[in-house]
């Protein structure tokens, strides 16, 4: 853990605002912070196997009958090992730098600019962590920029005092495999189950199953996407707060296991690891689902600072 | 554990002809690793009528771009990439005479009916297992594009490298087998 430098005003600063009348106490994180933990968490997140995922894989590979998706998920599971003995990332694909960022409103970053902080910090990690470089500027044009920056941040300002960082690398092998779907409302429930098992069934093999599925569903296009993106961060094993929602989730997850698809698409029970959903308020006119598929290796990490 | 089939490159037609999708194959020999990037340079050049970077005549293509070489290391973590994504290519390089190609995840009809006419195979690695591939690695050097960093052009010499037919010479496909 970062040493958490608290840093209280002890009076108000020597000119405020006069028509205010609030004392002002915000509590400062420094850049440096943040870029340190976006440096270490890049490396971590990329060389070991988070615990819930790994007790995933554990149960997954005890559950299966199939000697293939045994062998598959063993596999998956000496890498790890490996991976965490000789230092070297579980995956070449060291993935895209997806950062949250919740800043507590009682926070002031100081010492730098955030976006160039969080980059600094991807950009070393990246570097001294032996992982892959595999952003390009431009979509088009496809130039390399050689140190995987920029990350993909996600700002929300949230209550409080802390900044909660949170890191997760992502591959797109199974990005690719993603989708958002426009929904109607008449779809309702039954519809979003269609769209979320439909997306995992086409995405098949390709996604480097057994498979973490984020799903966003209600708000605006965008929201639902984030929403999805977001959903990954939840520990595996963990319910669903919303009882509703748990009810949900188990029943994607067990019809999405009946798919038949299996480790490394190579058949067996085991064609997800887990479903995690996260709802938002939308139109009267929209049902949006969006289904962020994610890898068996799906990399996370979180820092409060 | 699943028996493995032994084979080493140079792959003969007769032995790949002998393979059946869902065989699981330990692999050893000269692969080359070339993906999106590296496909693209290689198709602009056969189409302008140079040779390609290596002779394809009967080889193994690896889609991968490893992760860099922590020093002491040959090459660092290096799992396959998802296929499709050269399917745009792959047709061509195998009337060129590309026989073999090591990915994961789903091949179209064209190259499916391309592998059958080219006698070839398409064998799947294990998605994700990354760094446990690293240590099947003897020798790395980089023959052609270095400019493409990670996409670069590479011959590898692997030893006993885990691998599953996908697709075997008659079209057999490992991923679309029947329920």
């Known amino acids: ?305 | 554990m699943p028996a493995r089939i032994n084979l080493s490159t140079p792959l003969s037609p007769e032995s790949a002809a002998r393979l059946r999708a869902g065989d699981f194959v330990h692999l050893s020999g000269t692969v080359y690793t070339a993906r999106d990037a590296a496909h693209k340079l290689m198709t602009e050049m056969l189409a302008r009528g140079e040779p390609p970077p290596f002779e394809l005549e009967g080889q193994v293509v690896y889609y991968a771009g490893p992760a860099p070489a922590p020093p002491g290391m040959v090459i660092g973590s290096v799992g396959p990439t998802t296929s499709g994504r050269m399917d745009a290519y792959s047709p061509e390089l195998i009337r060129r005479g590309l026989r073999y190609m090591i990915g994961k995840g789903l091949r179209n009809a064209e190259v499916t009916a391309a592998i059958v006419s080219g006698g070839g195979v398409y064998f799947a690695a294990i998605g994700g297992a990354a760094a446990l591939m690293s240590q099947r690695v003897t020798a790395c050097e980089v023959v052609a594009f270095p400019e493409l960093g990670t996409e670069a052009v590479r011959r590898l010499t692997v030893r006993d490298l885990p691998l599953v037919v996908a697709v075997d010479s008659r079209g057999g496909d490992y991923y679309r087998r029947p329920n």
């Open chain 1, 1 to 305: 853990m970062v040493t958490k430098r608290r840093k209280k005003n002890a009076s108000p600063p020597s000119n405020p605002p006069a028509h205010t009348g609030f004392r002002i106490s915000m509590r400062e994180i420094t850049c440096d912070e943040i870029s340190r933990a976006v440096s270490e968490m890049c490396v971590e997140a990329n060389c070991l196997i988070a615990p819930d995922i790994r007790a995933a894989l554990e149960k997954a590979r005890d559950s299966e009958s199939s000697v293939v998706a045994v062998e598959v998920l063993a596999t998956i599971l000496k890498n790890a090992e490996i991976a965490e003995e000789k230092h070297l990332p579980l995956c070449q694909d060291t993935g895209m730098a997806v950062v949250f960022l919740d800043v507590g409103q009682d926070v002031r970053i100081v010492g730098g600019n955030v976006r160039e902080a969080v980059d600094a910090g991807v950009a070393r990690g990246y570097k001294e962590g032996y992982l892959r470089k595999s952003v390009v500027a431009d979509p088009v044009d496809r130039r390399n920029t050689q140190d995987n920056t920029p990350a993909i941040i996600h700002y929300e300002l949230v209550p409080g005092n802390r900044l909660t960082v949170s890191v997760a690398p992502k591959g797109f092998g199974s990005e690719n495999m993603s989708a958002v779907h426009m929904l109607k409302p008449s779809q309702g429930l039954e519809g979003i189950v269609e769209a979320v098992v439909g997306t995992v069934a086409r995405a098949g093999p390709n996604p480097c199953p057994p498979v973490i599925v984020g799903v966003g569903v209600g708000g605006t296009m965008e929201r639902a996407a984030v929403l999805a993106k977001r959903a990954l961060l939840r520990p595996v094993g963990e319910p669903n707060p919303d009882p509703f929602w748990a009810g949900v989730e188990n029943d994607l997850l067990a019809r999405i296991n009946r798919l038949d698809i299996g480790p490394a698409g190579f058949g067996g029970r085991t064609s997800a690891l887990a479903v995690s959903v996260l709802p938002s308020a939308t139109h009267i006119a929209g049902l949006p689902v969006a289904v962020n598929i994610s890898c068996h290796v799906t990399r996370h990490r979180t820092r409060i600072l």
